[in-house]
C-alpha cells in the first residue's frame, strides 16, 4: 500500500489532498506510522519520532490514526486478492503475498502481467485508491519489485534476470537483513548482495551462524523457496495504549487496565471469538516490560470477567516508578463461550438489587435515603472535558460532518468537508459544545464501501515447494 494510512485521510479530506500529512502518535513519545509522498520529500518517514517530523515538516497536517477505516479497506483489497488465488498470505494491514500459480489465473509473465494490471484496476475501482504489484517466481523478489513499483506502478522481474538484478543492491534488501546484520556486514567489508555471493556460505555462516548465514547466502543467489501460506486464524486479541507521561498514580493505572480490557473485550466479541487465558503487559519507567497471564476454567467475552483477571494480574506488578506503557489481551481463542457462573450469579444479583441500596460511597449513583439519580452534596459530580484527536470524524448538529483539525485549551477546531465536497470552512467550538459530537468515516469516493490507497501487494507466480 502507497503510503496506506496517509493516502487515506488525503482522499477523505479535500483540503489535504496534494499536501504533506503525517499520521502516528501525535504525544511526546509518539512515533510516524506513515508520511505521504509530499511530506517524505522533507525527509519524514515511518518509525520517524514525531518530534523530528514535526522539525522537518512543521507545515504538515498530523494525525491520530482510524484504524477503523484502515480495517475495512484492508478488506476490500484483501478480498480481490482472494479472488485471483487461495492461497493469500497478508503481512500487515496494507501488504500481501498471492500465489498466482495456485489460483491458475497466470502461467507465464504476459498473463501474469495481465493479472497485476487488472488488479491494480480493480483496486482503484473497489477503493478508489491506487496500488503497487510486483511480480516475480519468489517471496523475496516479489517484495523488492513492489517497492520499486511504487507508487502506483507495476514491476516484473523476469527468469533468469534476478541475479543481475540483486547484484549491485544494499545488503539491506534481503529479508532478514536489519540495521544490526548490516553493520555486522559492513565491518567485514561487505554491503552489497553481489559481496554476500561473492563471499561464499562458509564466511556467511561464520560470520552469521549456520541458519542465518545460509539463508542469507541463497537469498544473495536469488534463490527463496519460501511458499505463500493462506492466512491463519489469530491466535490471540490484545490493545495496548502508550503514555506521554509516565503514569505513577496506581488509581489511575487501574482504571486504565480496566479501560483497556473493555476495548479487549470489544474487539474480541467483533472477531467472534471468546478466550481463556488474560494477559496484561506493563511497560515500566525503565523500558523494563512484564507480562502476567491468567488461564480461566473456560473461554468467555465477558468484560467483567476480563477487566476482574486483569486487575487480579496487576495487584502482582510493582508499578511504583511509573508505567510508559499498559495492554491487556486474550488469547487461548475459541468460537464459543462458557459462561463464569461466579461472574454470571453476581451480574443476576446486580441486575434485581433494589433502588435505593446502592453503596453511599458511589458517586452518581443514589444512596440510601437518597432520591434515584441523585448526587450527594459533599460528593459533586466532576466534569469529564472530551478529548478530541486530531483528523476523527465528528459531526455537528448545523453544520454537518467534518473533521478535528485540532485542540486545546477548552477548544476543538473542526474542517466541515466530506470526500465528495470541496475543501471545507474551519469552525471553532468548545471541547463541551453538545452539538458538537464523535462520527463514524464516511465512504471514501468512488470506493465500494469505504477506500484507501493501495500499494505494495507482491505477487507470486510460482512459489516453489
Known sequence: MDAFYASAEQAAKPSLRGKAVVVGGLGPRGVVATASYEARRFGVHSAMPMGQARRLAPNAAYLVPRFGLYRVISEQVMGLLRELSPLVEPLSLDEAFVDLEAGGVADDEASARAVGERLRSDIRAVTGLTGSVGLAASKMLAKIASEEAKPDGLRLIAPGTERALLGPMSVRTLPGVGPATGDHLRRAGITTVEEIAEAGEDELVRLLGKAHGGSLYAMALALDERPVVAERESKSVSVEDTYDVDIHDRVRIRGEVARLA????????????????????????????????????????????????????????????????????????????????????????????????????????????????????????????????????????????????????????????????????????????????????????????????????????????
Open 262 to 465: 473493555d476495548r479487549c473485550v470489544q474487539r474480541l466479541r467483533a472477531a467472534g471469538h471468546s478466550g481463556r487465558t488474560i494477559v496484561l503487559k506493563v511497560r515500566r519507567f525503565d523500558f523494563s516490560t512484564l507480562t502476567r497471564s491468567e488461564t480461566l476454567r473456560g473461554p468467555t467475552d465477558d468484560p467483567g470477567v476480563v477487566r476482574e483477571a486483569a486487575a487480579r494480574l496487576l495487584e502482582s506488578v510493582d508499578t511504583t516508578g511509573g508505567v510508559r506503557l499498559l495492554g491487556v489481551g486474550v488469547s487461548g481463542l475459541a468460537d464459543y463461550t462458557q459462561e463464569d457462573l461466579f461472574a454470571q450469579a453476581q451480574a443476576e444479583a446486580e441486575a434485581v438489587e433494589p433502588v435505593g441500596e446502592a453503596d453511599e460511597g458511589a458517586p452518581g449513583q443514589a444512596g440510601a435515603g437518597e432520591p434515584e439519580g441523585g448526587s450527594r452534596a459533599e460528593e459533586p459530580a466532576v466534569p469529564v472535558e472530551r478529548r478530541w484527536a486530531a483528523g476523527h470524524d465528528v459531526r455537528h448538529a448545523e453544520y454537518g460532518h467534518g473533521w478535528v483539525q485540532g485542540s486545546g485549551l477548552g477548544r476543538v477546531t473542526v474542517r466541515f468537508e466530506t470526500p465528495g465536497s470541496a475543501p471545507g470552512r474551519v469552525r471553532t467550538f468548545r471541547t463541551d459544545d453538545p452539538e458538537l459530537t464523535p462520527a463514524e468515516p464516511l465512504p471514501l469516493v468512488g470506493a465500494g464501501s469505504c477506500g484507501e490507497e493501495v500499494g505494495a501487494a507482491g505477487v507470486v507466480t510460482g512459489a516453489g515447494g
